[in-house]
């Protein structure tokens, strides 16, 4: 119905467990900084819907993302797309409409069978594999990694983040099947330059632009300086992202969380620490809070208002038999309320949804402004 807007722009297509957000962040900055107009595709949002659909860091304006949204109201309904197949729809149509010259576009959830598949990239790739969304990508980290492949095409380089074992020798097993030119990076490699967004595994995930960067065709690859300007820039909202005494992180797994307590380890906050935790019901919140308790002095285990009724966590978790010293307060406006207390950082994590609802009750903090 839309005339296929995808073929409209070149495209750069990123997948992933954790860490594809910074990497097409990181990518899109660069590219920014060479000249280009570049959309930048990412998901999920923290607190308005026009967050995933980004040119040159401008949002779709509200009333483009309505007028789009009626165009396709009933073929919405008529083919029961989802949220994320609409919202695909119309960033790619967005992009289109607004002339982008490439666009950098985060895989939403597997790889083989998500909706952002349907562009012909000119580089793409896998930042990491790890145990996320099991109840549709399967519950081994091999058959996740064959979900997250199937984004290999046939010619076009294929980068592969992870820096060995099996879930690297399945990426590259399946993208070789596909086609795909195979691009796997030495476990030692990590960027040489000033990197803008904290953290260690940070540099990994430079290093993973730098190099997709590098294979894009010779009037798109930027030069050095593009690239070291664009990764210094580089930001996402909610990715360590200090404000004050106010500290948000997405993380929302086990591999995510063990990352975000190194940083908090390593960051020299004011202390006290106060966090306030929520994740989703089908995440594994005893392991999360036990990676973060070492480096925080309280945590409140609280359910964001957010979530949706079906992916909501048992609102009585028997945390404190796991010798977890925690505070379950379900209530989520007093959880905040009572960390502020005394706080020298509150440390607020666990999904997107407690993050996003957490700025939207904090005046300014909002994404969007």
Not at 11 to 17: E, F, N, V, W, Y
Not at 51 to 60: A, D, Q
Not at 278 to 303: E, H
Request: glycine letters at 10%.
């Amino acid at each position: 119905m839309l005339g296929q807007p995808e073929r409209h722009f070149r495209a750069i297509h990123i997948g992933g467990t954790n860490g594809k957000g910074s990497v097409a962040a990181m990518t899109a900055s660069v590219l920014e900084r060479a000249g280009r107009r570049v959309g930048l595709y990412t998901s999920p949002h923290l607190v308005d819907v026009r967050e995933r659909m980004l040119v040159n860091g401008r949002p779709i304006s509200s009333d483009a993302f309505c007028n789009w949204t009626d165009l396709l109201r009933d073929d919405i309904v008529e083919t029961e797309a989802s949220f994320f197949e609409a919202t695909t729809a119309i960033a790619f149509a967005d992009f289109a409409a607004r002339g982008v010259d490439v666009a950098v576009i985060e895989v939403g959830l597997g790889g083989r069978l998500d909706s952002t598949n349907v562009v012909e990239p000119l580089v793409n790739g896998v930042v990491s594999v790890g145990l996320d969304h099991t109840e549709y990508l399967g519950d081994s980290l091999e058959s996740i990694a064959r979900e997250k492949a199937g984004i290999a095409k046939p010619g076009v380089p294929f980068v592969i983040g992870e820096s060995g074992g099996a879930t690297a020798a399945v990426l590259k097993q399946v993208a070789e099947e596909a086609g795909a030119e195979v691009h796997m990076l030495a476990s030692t490699a990590s960027y040489g330059g000033d990197v803008g967004m904290v953290g260690r595994y940070q540099r990994r995930n430079a290093v993973i632009a730098e190099k997709m960067l590098s294979l894009l065709p010779p009037d798109l690859v930027p030069s050095s300086q593009h690239v070291e300007r664009g990764i210094a820039a580089a930001w996402l909202p909610g990715r360590f992202d200090r404000r004050g005494k106010w500290l948000f992180d997405v993380a929302h797994n086990l591999r995510a969380m063990e990352e975000l307590a190194s940083c908090v380890g390593e960051a020299r906050l004011p202390r006290p620490i106060h966090a306030v935790l929520g994740m989703l019901g089908d995440k594994d919140a005893v392991n999360a809070l036990r990676a973060l308790q070492p480096q925080v002095d309280a945590i409140w285990y609280t359910v964001p208002p957010s979530v949706p009724r079906e992916r909501r966590p048992d609102p009585n978790p028997l945390l404190g038999d796991d010798g977890l010293n925690v505070v379950h307060e379900p209530d989520f406006v007093r959880a905040l309320e009572l960390a502020q207390d005394g706080a020298g950082t509150v440390l607020v994590t666990g999904s997107f949804h407690t993050v996003g609802d957490t700025m939207s009750r904090l005046p300014g903090f909002a994404p969007l402004g």
